[in-house]
Structures are given as C-alpha cells and as structure tokens.
Nanobody, 124 residues
C-alpha cells in the first residue's frame, strides 16, 4: 500500500530555515504529482506547494512564494520542502500528499494519499 512518511519538522526561530522530507513507498513515484499542505491550530488544512510528476512544474501558495521551494527526486522516491525566512504564521503540521498524474489535471489540488504529518513551530 502507499505510504508517505514526513520528517524534518521542529522548532526554529523566525527567520530560520527547515527542510522537510517525505519518503514515499508502494507507488510508482515517478508518475505521481506530489504536494505539501499544512494545518495550523484551529484552521483548515491549506495548500502550500506542489510539483508535477516529472518535476518540471511547480506551484506555490502566495503566502510562501519566494520563501519555500519544493523538489522531487524520482530516483530516491523523495519529495522535499525547503523553507526559508520562516515566520510564526508558518507554524503548523505539514503533510505530504500524492496523486497519480493520470487521474487529475496538473493544477488540481485533489490528492489521494496523505502522510501523518510533521510539526513545524516558528518562534518570534
């Protein structure tokens, strides 16, 4: 079965950086679009970033554009989220998500598989 396992979360001061990783198994990774979402306390889950199956296209939420970078290593079945210039508003549980590229059009944010999340806390 498909498994997504996030790692790399933690506590960091405002202005700092973190790199989240997501290890995928049980799927033909190179044929999947991948995404990162987050959920802050008391708020709904929101889109952060996504990357197309081949890595050639990316999309970002306006709130993270210019600060976060998503990347995909199809040889290692890994997706990453490099987060720079972190702000207290970035505090949330971050989730990795996957969807087969043939099931949706690029840009649709509908994912089939989800990880359990990793906590990111940014202090002011």
């Amino acid at each position: 079965q498909v498994q997504l396992v996030e790692s790399g979360g933690g506590l960091v001061q405002a202005g700092g950086s973190l790199r989240l990783s997501c290890a995928a198994s049980g799927l033909t990774f190179s044929r999947y679009h991948m995404g990162w979402f987050r959920q802050a306390p008391g708020k709904e889950r929101e889109f952060v970033a996504s990357i197309a199956w081949g890595g050639g296209s990316t999309s970002y939420a306006d709130s993270v554009k210019g600060r976060f970078t998503i990347s995909k290593d199809n040889a290692k079945n890994m997706v990453y989220l490099q987060m720079n210039s972190l702000k207290p508003d970035d505090t949330a549980i971050y989730y990795c998500a996957a969807v087969p590229s043939w099931r949706i059009e690029w840009g649709q944010r509908k994912y089939d598989y989800w990880g359990q999340g990793t906590q990111v806390s940014v202090s002011s």
